[in-house]
């Protein structure tokens, strides 16, 4: 094995949360830093001709390979789990950047009561509205904790949207649910498409509070405190599975990438497969002493360093926690250990196709073009007359409607499933169909959990991690209430024939959700119920920290990656204000 110089901190993984703390780390303190990345380099530059729906977004070019590593799943523990062999469910990223480069830039806050869940819900409805197996808890942090972090993030991306809680102040245009916010958005909120203007309306008709959706795909040119600078958005339609040829999409890339290039405390290796972080076995002053990893030449290597984090996809970074031994595995059936624990997957579904007589121009669009609602959100909303506990959001996406992935689409009026009579419908209806989107909270589960497979095993000879999980009656019954609303606004749109979606069974590995999956390495108030502190520090091993959505201890409704760098930020802080003065917990 070949050792290699000690350096200040190494970060496993190049995507947002990794080259977030890299540049802080670097730019604030000096340390040395290197950043691991198993995937190829990436820079704008790359994404000028990228207009390809069938290499991008079909075939999945940037994408990690299912075929050197996945992932098993089972719903239960009573099942034999069998690998994925291609990812439909997910889509983790491969290479600088991560999933943050392929994107489609949606980017709100979490409600404020997520990160008090567990004390919200019960002391509003009782212990006993609990599902059964439920296993809910507080962050240990507070909305209020995270809300400087919230608009440091926003700055960063130059997020475009219209704040609705103003300090306190509810301002019309916005979300009037959202939690109080220091300062309006970066830049104005992105244009709106016409069939999500036809949303806005029915759905103001109707009562509710649609607001333009938080936008990283941004509506100006704009310049981050960082002196980073990039364009304004131009509707071309190909965010989602692809990055930015003109760089209106913040990206790690065209973000972070900047900056860092310039420190030559900071670099960057690709190509290196982490495989274990090296540490004491035990003791009172156990420590993370570095990493090992396969480098590009296929060479084994043990990078030395003071400080390791680990900043992968979150079931990356549980995989290797459970490959190195740190911590105590999560065990289902006695529910002791910590490391696994808490797995969840943000609920997200077409609840409604709607179709109209009239031509949407829905090849015109962005990733995060739209408008959205929060009326039926987290607990907005008393639920002490419906069956299930907490809610989502439902918006109206103008993503950019490409032909392969989008055509054939046809109301339920239309009989035939091939031939000219469908061939002619689906001609018809291609631009004159949308669709109106629930994404929801997940609640985690003790039986929803991930651990080492004991059969397949990587093309590294590692096991694979094995995922338990399936949705739970709370999900489903949510889920209903949910299409059954955006069922209602299609209609008020003026749809005479709306789709709705046929309901949530067991979960399935084939129906893309998101790549939003949380937990096994989760923060919380003690070591006895999570990995890492409330500063992603690891409870025993305190100069390791994770970083990322493995941290979340359940999924709020709204994408994470917002919460993911706001936390991070948090964490850095932490780091150059107070541990580097005096190493050890910060907790």
């Known amino acids: 094995m070949k050792v290699l110089p000690t350096v200040d901190a190494v970060v496993v993984g190049g995507g947002w949360s990794g080259l977030l703390m890299a540049k802080e780390l ?97 002391a509003r409805y009782g212990a ?52 109080p916010r220091s300062e309006e958005y970066p830049t104005p909120p992105t244009k709106v498409p016409y069939f999500s203007a036809l949303f806005r309306d029915a759905a103001t008709r109707l009562g509710y509070h649609p607001y333009p959706v938080p936008a990283a795909t941004i509506s100006q ?27 209106a999409k913040a990206q790690p890339a065209n973000t972070l990438l900047p900056v860092i290039q ?8 690709t190509g290196a497969w982490v495989r274990r972080i090296v540490h004491d076995a035990a003791g009172t002053g156990r420590k993370a002493r570095g990493v090992t990893y396969i480098d590009a030449k296929g060479e ?39 490391v696994g624990r808490n797995l969840t997957h943000q609920i997200s579904m077409t609840a409604a196709t709607v179709f109209l007589e ?24 008393d639920h002490s007359s419906v069956e299930f506990l907490r809610g989502g959001t ?12 989008n055509f054939g689409v046809v109301p339920q009026s239309v009989k035939a499933t091939w031939g000219s009579e469908w061939k002619r419908e689906a001609l018809h209806y291609y631009d004159r169909a949308g669709t109106i989107s629930f994404l929801a909270e997940h609640l985690a589960y003790k039986g929803n959990f991930l651990d080492l497979d004991p059969v ?61 999956i949380q937990g096994g390495a989760i923060m919380g108030k003690s070591a006895e119920d999570s990995v890492v502190n409330a500063f992603l520090q690891h409870w025993q091993t305190p100069n390791l920290f994770v970083l990322g959505a493995s941290s979340f201890p359940q999924n709020g409704s709204a994408n994470p990656t917002l919460t993911v760098l706001a936390l991070t930020y948090r964490t850095a802080d932490a780091i150059v204000e107070r541990y580097l003065k005096r190493p050890g917990a910060l907790a």
């Not at 409600?111 to 567990?118: G, I």
């Not at 310039?262 to 290796?269: D, E, F, L, P, V």
């Not at 918006?395 to 392969?404: D, F, K, N, T």
């Open 300 to 338: 084994e290597c043990f990078q030395p360093a003071e400080l390791v984090f680990l900043a992968s996809w979150t079931l990356n970074n549980t995989r290797l926690l459970l490959l190195s031994g740190i911590g105590e595995p999560y065990d289902a059936r006695t529910s002791k250990g910590t």
């Open 26 to 122: 670097g730019s604030r303190t000096g340390l040395s830093v290197v950043v691991l990345e198993r995937g190829p380099a990436r820079k704008s530059e790359d994404y000028a001709d990228t207009m390809d729906e069938l290499d991008y977004s079909i075939r999945l070019r940037m994408m990690q390979d299912a075929s050197q590593d996945t992932v098993t799943l089972r719903h239960d523990s009573g099942q034999k789990a069998f690998p994925l062999r291609q990812h439909a469910s997910f889509l983790p990223g491969a290479g600088i950047g991560g999933s943050g480069e392929h994107w489609n830039g949606v980017c709100p806050r979490f409600q404020p009561d997520c990160f008090e869940l567990r004390t919200r819900t019960v």
């Open 456 to 516: 397949y095993k990587d093309a590294a000879g590692d096991p694979l991690l094995r995922m338990t999980l399936d949705w739970r009656e709370n999900e489903r019954k949510m889920a209903a209430f949910g299409v059954s609303k955006a069922a209602e606004i299609g209609r008020a749109m003026g749809s005479k024939d709306v789709t709705a979606f046929p309901g949530l069974r067991r979960y399935e590995a084939t129906r893309y959700q998101s790549t939003h």
């Open 262 to 269: 310039k420190r030559k405390n900071i670099s960057i290796r």
């Open 128 to 179: 006993k509205r609990l599902p059964e197996d439920c296993s809910i808890q507080d962050w240990g942090v507070t909305y209020d904790e995270l809300e400087p972090h919230y608009t440091r993030a926003e700055r960063l991306m130059g997020i475009s949207g219209k704040a609705g809680n103003l300090r306190g102040k509810i301002v019309p245009g916005g979300n009037p649910f959202e939690g």
């Open 394 to 405: 439902i918006h109206v996406l103008s993503v950019g409607h490409r032909p392969i992935a």
């Open 221 to 247: 040119p704009y310049t981050n405190p960082d002196g980073v600078s990039r364009t304004g958005c131009f509707y071309c339609g190909y965010c989602d599975r692809f990055g930015c040829m003109v760089g």
């Open 358 to 381: 009239q031509p949407l121009n829905l090849f015109m669009g962005a990733g995060a073009a739209g408008m959205v609602m929060s009326d039926l959100d987290g607990d907005v909303f």
